[in-house]
């Protein structure tokens, strides 16, 4: 049976409901112990009322079927005769006691509501489609011209001359290094990963400056840094230094040299995530790596945020034996990263395509930035302040009120609306646009807004005012047409 219950079936919507469940758990897709989607969740999947859904449930658990959990939900029931013959999985104890821990409820339900079409999306956190240049990488893979060697696994470093094309490529970002120093990965968080597995000592971890989006990813043994670099013992320092995911700022230059002088002296390695550098509306300063003179530093980009997250591509540059290292416990994990991808990859980033591309990309994310900023003065100027963005894609506002909230998050989402609140980024109250992508028509986004501002008012008294003091508003990623 497909996710759709029909109307025009002889059985009723209850009946087919009540067989799509009954063969969910036939199939062990479902086994005791699985707690059932909520019944919003089950109505919008099978498109059906709220109440058929219900009565569905009420009929399954008066058949024995389903259990309710007080404060918990419904649950699939083990069956009386299996408990004193054979003993079911318990896949939610496993699930709960294993090694990686789950997601935030938050980041799962952005995962599960940023991909359906009906949904406003004012937050998201990839290129919008009709700005990933889908034309050109159309022209490389038609022109592209593979053996049956090119199919096989790639080295462990990777295609050889993807390497050396990313090895040019870095000359002009200042960094010096040869093919033996770059790895290339699945992307920056494959980086991030192969890093928190390979060269993480155990009881240390990777640190990072709040407010960051790193919180939302469990698995890194990730803290936020609360004390001086100076005064580390161990662990390594995560940074974005050029157009900072999320608050959008950009480290000058005395503040990088600063930077590499703290954590020198504390012999602390920096990860450099470089990954929003190309898409500046202004030149910045110049790269850490390029300032390293000591290999302390690795250097991660990809281009997921310039060309298409789909590829999977990114690299890692660091001292050889780091990357023979990374290289291994990639190998361990997935065997190398896709042989297509980095051979189109190459193709593009050897050529003038790659940056008439960002070109182009600069500009419309300009306009974008400008439009959003447009829509902030026109809904926000008397509730918050900002600065003006110098690229990526983030504008970083502060409420004089605290108004984002779960409570708010659930109820917007409940409207069609999603945001990405920032308590998943920071525990204190703040909220940063996104302004790249266009997902939906103008008229839609608009109205998105306007529901937010309404919908956030007289969710708080006011707050008194204590410079410097007063709360921050919750992270909110918006998508721009």
Known sequence: MSDKISKHSSKTLVEQLMAWILRKIDQNEW????????????AELLHVNRSTVVEALDELKAEDVLESRQGSGVFVKQPFSTIYHNRPVDWRGRMTNSHVEANVHTIQLINEYESKKHVIRLGTGELSPELIPTARLQRLMHTSYLTNIDFGYSEPKGNEALRETIVQRLKKRGIVTSKDGVLIVSGALQALQLISLGLLEQGSHLYFGAPSYIPSIPSLQATPLETPINRLKNGILYTIPTLNNPTGQTMNEHERIQLLQDASK??????????????????SPKALKSMDTTGQVIYISSISKTISPGLRIGWVVAPTPVIERLADVKMQLDYGSNALSQHIVTRLLSSDDYDDHIQQLRNQLSKRAAYTEQLLKTYLSNDAQWKSPKGGFYIWVTFKEPIVTKSLFLRLLKRNVLINPGYVYSPRD????????????????????KYFRRKSQGTVPHCVKVPGDCPLLELLLLTLP
């Open 31 to 42: 086994p005791a112990g699985t707690k059932l989607p909520s019944q919003r969740a089950l």
């Open 430 to 449: 703040t909220i940063v646009y996104e302004f790249h992508s266009l997902t939906v028509p103008t008229i839609n986004y608009d109205q998105g807004f």
């Open 266 to 283: 504390r012999g602390i390695p920096i990860i450099e995530d470089d990954v929003y550098h190309d898409l500046s509306f202004e030149p």
